[in-house]
């Protein structure tokens, strides 16, 4: 569970990088999921949850695409 909550957060970095606001929305998104499943002691359960921020972790890496302004009509 460590192992993933660190790669999301290092997946975030990457993603997001020179982006303060999504860094700091996503850093807290993270942290608050990691944290309202905490105390959860099904294994079935916690199996899915794994898998759900495994899939997060998969389309952050290779879905999102952060675009610059370059000029007043290009991205």
Known sequence: VLKLF???????????K???RALEAARQKINEEFRNNQDETS??????LLK??????VILRTSVIQA????????
């Open 18 to 20: 020179n982006d303060p």
């Open 43 to 48: 294994e079935e359960k916690i199996n899915e």
């Open 6 to 16: 660190k790669l999301l957060h290092r997946t975030r970095q990457e993603v997001f």
């Open 68 to 75: 610059v302004h370059t000029d007043s009509n290009k991205i």
């Open 52 to 57: 759900i921020a495994t899939d997060v972790e």
